[in-house]
């Protein structure tokens, strides 16, 4: 039991269904009572608004004296002076699309309160959905408050009590709403941006600016100056809350600071802009904050403030200049917001809530042991001993505090050794009909070392190494388990034999191996990388095959070298004939295990390849293979190295992209998918279907008197028969929709290859670009790669590549199964458009698409 304890003194369990977060509780004299009472007021996301007077130290339900049902989710409530003309308190509440204001009051008769009411007394609409919002005296008005509504999408929307005054963007790259507070002393707007920074606004800047808002790039109102920042500060995370407060004790009696808890520190930051004091607070998970004011310590002096913070372990830490002065552990609540007031008469009772509707008025205290300690052993204590101890735990402590949280010493080294001659195995280890790659009756075959050793002193426990390969592959092992590695030994060496599926094409060389191990401190580590197979591994040369259904052409910048020279390696194995390298210069044809067949055609005279192939996806491995040999050819090292002062080689596609055949492929892929769907659907009737009458069939044999099965017996193997041939085409689908994939995603991977060298996209933009457009298929009964794959181009198409400040203002739809790939297929031509109009994910052409790709009318629909 801890000794220092927040006492419970008045606790209400709002609701046990309603959800509540920051912004949902408020602590006022919401009734303008002339005692000053405060009354306790909650608000949930269900819209429920109930409003408590606690008057004795245990709920009873009197205290409960209003509850409304407001029909719209209660974002954040507030008392202040909104109404014009009167200097009593009023309440707002924020819903997502309006700003609602009210007054309460008690109905009495007879000196005695018989109910509390509320009036509307004027509501905003709001045009975008709302996050939260701020108040203040802005612009050094007098006696009222004005309210600041702070959007989604980063809009600013100012409201002089029944008036709308205007709308301002602060910036066009807005991606997440953060918390926002009103500073009076600079008559400024503190937020925090997704950049991590704290920015200031001040008010006249944002009152006398252009209106920004729902106006396209570069044609803004030619009235007005464009919205300037006062100030900027970064502070390396996202800040939780953002609170006005002289916390600092040595500042002047006309200054005023900024405390912003971050997600793991506490910063105080100048009225200019500058940190003042930071204090990490890893160990600790905030989830509440609150700057409350002390008594000033003379009439004329300036009240301080100190911070009072809500942990996720159920702590409150009361902090005085960055240092923790108490922690009082809570009885079962975590916190979301706190308030700090006069509650019963009795000063500086905490009222806590937590997510769950629970609302706690406490007060700090501590409870005395209930039994003292007693020495049990009779043995003189060794206080020499005991001070050497005490000194090694500060020596301890002292070290890491002072150096922090360091890398171990231990480092495991894995690596993977290819070898480039596949070694031919024989059938001892499968069976003749395993539908895996052979050569003349020899298992084609590769044999990759892993090895892996230890660097440090200590031995590192519970190694494993996990490889994940396309799945056109077959590895002997895709989970290694080590128990235990010690440093300084000969490393260990882990062969993986991997062959290749002859039914499944092949859409990729790379295979990711990931290393994960606990270190000496016990601490969970975790180390990925990669290698690549060998091309002779999946494809085999043959004979020229001159006639194909589908073609790219490449063209470069550099005379092309011989065919048989560039792919040395594909000619020089086991398997292969010495006779199909010789007299080979400028054409090459590989047949891949899978038995599709792809060509290569050298143009020397201008300098093109021409890829072909009977199938469209069948052209990405050979295309792949031969961009990368050739950067090994004309790269640093390689024999047709470019000279400094010469034209680095550069590859490009000049022709239209095929998405016509990439399209087909994506409609063959869905569906398999929905029909695949279906199949599932008519076996769950089937088998329920014949649970049914399994149940009646039991029961009329165990009737004494059995009435006639009426075909009931022909009737359950009818559905018997019928589950039989549904799961046979389940099999029968998935081991197609399997091969389509692997189809999908080389054709993907493709259509990502040429529109790199159609475009000129570099690294950056195109690792961009390939997280949209994944080549990654992996299909489930909840999600699909085709609604995934859109939803990434619909953030894509309103973020980077987005025409207007309309498209990037636009919330973007639910994720679900499409009925068609119509506005997929349209997704991506937007993309390849906007790309072909200069637009870049990132760099110089960021944001520059204006005018490109087909219009979006019905992205709201998904």
């Not at 959007?151 to 005054?165: K, M, P, T, W």
């Not at 498209?807 to 993309?831: A, C, E, F």
């Amino acid at each position: 039991m801890s000794l220092f304890q927040a006492r419970e003194w008045w606790t209400v369990q709002v609701s046990e269904d309603e959800e509540f977060d920051v912004g949902c509780l408020c602590v006022a004299n919401i009734d303008n009572e002339p005692s000053g009472a405060n009354k306790i007021i909650t608000g949930s996301y269900q819209g429920m608004l109930r409003m408590y007077y606690p008057k004795q130290k245990e709920y009873k339900i009197e205290d409960l004296i209003l509850e409304n049902d407001m029909q719209a989710p209660i974002i954040q409530i507030a008392s202040g002076r909104f109404l014009q003309g009167s200097r009593e308190n009023c309440m707002a509440l924020l819903h997502p699309m309006k700003l609602s204001v009210y007054m309460v009051s008690a109905v009495s008769s007879g000196g005695a309160v018989n109910y509390y009411s509320m009036a509307a007394a004027y509501e905003h609409k709001l045009n975008r959905p709302a996050f939260n919002f701020c108040y203040g005296t802005f612009g050094g008005i007098k006696d009222r408050d004005y309210i600041c509504v702070q959007s989604l999408d980063g809009v600013l929307s100012f409201f002089e009590q029944e008036s709308f005054a205007f709308s301002r963007m602060l910036s066009t790259n807005f991606l997440v709403p953060g918390p926002i507070c009103y500073m009076p002393k600079l008559d400024s707007f503190i937020i925090c941006n997704n950049a991590m920074c704290i920015e200031a606004y001040r008010y006249q800047v944002l009152a006398a600016a252009a209106e920004n808002v729902d106006q396209v790039p570069g044609r803004e109102g030619s009235s007005g100056k464009k919205v300037q920042v006062d100030w900027s500060t970064n502070i390396g995370e996202h800040a939780r809350s953002i609170l006005p407060a002289r916390f600092s004790r040595s500042i002047s009696a006309n200054q005023q600071e900024v405390l912003v808890v971050g997600e793991q520190s506490i910063f105080t930051i100048k009225d200019s802009g500058g940190i003042r004091l930071q204090k990490r607070l890893a160990e600790y998970g905030v989830t509440a904050s609150l700057a409350y004011k002390l008594p000033p310590e003379t009439p004329d002096a300036q009240p301080s403030h100190n911070l009072i913070l809500g942990t996720s372990t159920g702590h409150l830490l009361v902090l005085k200049e960055m240092q923790l002065v108490w922690c009082a552990r809570l009885h079962g609540m975590v916190p979301v917001q706190i308030e700090i007031d006069t509650v019963n008469n009795v000063k500086g009772m905490i009222t806590l809530m937590d997510c769950k509707g629970k609302v706690q008025v406490c007060y700090l205290g501590t409870d005395p042991p209930t039994a003292s300690l007693v020495n049990t052993e009779m043995k003189e204590l060794n206080y020499d001993e005991m001070e050497e101890e005490h000194q090694d735990l500060l020596r301890i402590i002292r070290q890491t505090h002072g150096e922090g949280s360091s890398e171990p010493e231990e480092r495991l080294l894995v690596s993977a050794q290819v070898p480039e001659v596949l070694d031919m195995g024989n059938e001892d280890d499968c069976d003749a009909d395993d539908p895996v790659g052979r050569s003349d009756g020899m298992v084609m075959q590769l044999t990759v070392c892993i090895s892996v050793a230890l660097e440090g002193s200590k031995a590192v426990d519970n190694v494993t190494l996990t490889l994940k390969a396309p799945s056109c592959f077959s590895l002997s092992q895709s989970s290694i388990f080590l128990e235990k590695m010690s440093p300084g030994g000969p490393p260990q060496i882990i062969p993986i034999v991997v062959r290749v599926w002859n039914k499944v094409l092949c859409s990729g060389l790379e295979v990711s191996l990931c290393a994960s191990y606990f270190s000496g401190k016990n601490e969970p580590r975790t180390l990925v990388t990669s290698f690549e197979l060998p091309f002779a591994l999946v494809a085999k040369p043959i004979p020229p095959v001159k006639n194909a259904n589908h073609k790219i052409q490449l063209d470069c910048n550099k005379q092309p070298p011989p065919l048989q020279s560039l792919f040395a390696g594909l000619l020089n194995q086991p398997h292969v004939s010495a006779s199909l390298g010789q007299g080979m210069s400028n054409l090459l044809s590989v047949q891949y295990v899978s038995g599709t067949e792809a060509t290569v055609l050298v143009l020397k005279s201008s300098g093109r390849f021409c890829v072909q192939a009977s199938e469209f996806a069948a052209l990405w491995v050979l295309t792949q293979e031969l961009c990368k040999r050739l950067q090994e050819f004309f790269g640093p090292g390689g024999e047709g190295a470019t000279a400094p002062e010469e034209e680095p080689f550069t590859i490009s596609f000049q022709d239209s992209l095929p998405l016509h055949d990439y399209f087909a492929l994506i409609d063959d892929h869905f569906e398999l998918r929905r029909h695949l769907e279906e199949l599932r659907n008519d076996l769950t009737d089937r088998t329920h279907q014949y649970r049914v009458i399994q149940k009646r069939l039991l029961v009329r044999f165990k009737d004494r008197n059995p009435s006639p099965l009426n075909h009931l017996d022909n009737l359950l193997n009818l559905t018997f028969d019928q589950t039989v041939l549904l799961t046979d085409a389940i099999d029968d689908v998935e081991q197609a929709l399997r091969m389509v994939s692997c189809h999908l995603s080389a054709a993907t991977e493709l259509v990502l290859f040429l529109i790199r060298f159609r475009f000129g996209l570099d690294d950056e933009n195109f690792r961009i670009l390939r997280l949209h457009l994944s080549p990654e298929l992996c299909d489930t009964v909840e999600q699909g790669w085709e609604e995934k794959v859109d939803t990434s181009l619909i953030h894509l198409l309103r973020t980077s590549l987005a025409r207007s400040v309309k498209d990037r203002s636009s919330l973007p739809p639910p994720m679900k199964v499409p009925q068609d790939t119509l506005k997929l297929r349209k997704r991506i031509t937007n993309v390849v458009d906007r790309l072909a109009n200069g637009g870049r994910m990132t760099g110089d052409g960021a944001g520059e698409a204006a005018g490109g790709g087909l219009p979006e009318d019905d992205d709201a629909e998904g």
